[in-house]
T-cell receptor, first 114, second 115 residues
């Protein structure tokens, strides 16, 4: 079945540091890939997405590139801010399954200190 | 343009009671998904519904859990005879279409506590 593996957290960085959160996946079909962010006590918000190989999703300074050859979708940001502190989830939606149900990774807690 | 709405935001039940969680999708969305987030874990898919139809319930526990999305009104996730292990955050999401690339919009969740 489909699965998503994220790097283990928590991750603690200083403001303006470089961020990488690794994400790899397995899928039976040709998935679309997503990064969601969850702030404390809130629901998930879509951060970025990519629907085919070599696509780069980007938003709010975050980027991730769909790498089919390495089955990866690593999240990066060049300079993090305190306001980026949240839990980040990598997810996929597989065209071989019904609808656009999402399979999530376990989440990575990011804390950015001033 | 209101987003996905869920109520209640917090629900406390004693063991053996019933829990009803409601989800109103975004305007124009006819695809609804329910996910459960156990403490310190990621979200797990439970069920996918379209209006009046259950499309995929492969993530639903076999007993005590049911879901519906009637022609009129919100989607309901119903948990009968709750147990402590049902304590979790339950998130609803909606999408415009049912394709893999369709973005899902999430509600704020219902946090269920079973005493």
């Amino acid at each position: 079945g489909d699965s998503v593996t994220q790097m283990e957290g928590p991750v603690t960085l200083s403001e303006e540091a470089f961020l990488t959160i690794n994400c790899t996946y397995t899928a039976t079909g040709y998935p679309s890939l997503f990064w969601y962010v969850q702030y404390p006590g809130e629901g998930l918000q879509l951060l970025l997405k990519a629907t085919k190989a070599d696509d780069k999703g980007s938003n709010k300074g975050f980027e991730a590139t769909y790498r089919k050859e390495t089955t990866s979708f690593h999240l990066e940001k060049g300079s993090v801010q305190v306001s980026d502190s949240a839990v980040y989830f990598c997810a996929l939606s597989d065209r071989e399954t019904s609808g656009s149900r999402l399979t999530f990774g376990e989440g990575t807690q990011l804390t950015v200190n001033p | 343009n209101a987003g996905v709405m869920q109520n209640p935001r917090h629900l406390v039940r004693r063991r053996g009671q019933e829990a009803r969680l409601r989800c109103s999708p975004m305007k124009g969305h006819s695809h609804v998904y329910w996910y459960r987030q156990l403490p310190e874990e990621g979200l797990k898919f439970m069920v996918y519904l379209q209006k009046e139809n259950i499309i995929d319930e492969s993530g639903m526990p076999k007993e005590r859990f049911s879901a519906e999305f009637p022609k009129e009104g919100p989607s309901i996730l119903r948990i009968q005879q709750v147990v402590r292990g049902d304590s979790a955050a339950y998130f609803c999401a909606s999408s415009l279409g049912g394709r893999a690339y369709n973005e899902q919009f999430f509600g704020p969740g219902t946090r269920l506590t079973v005493l």
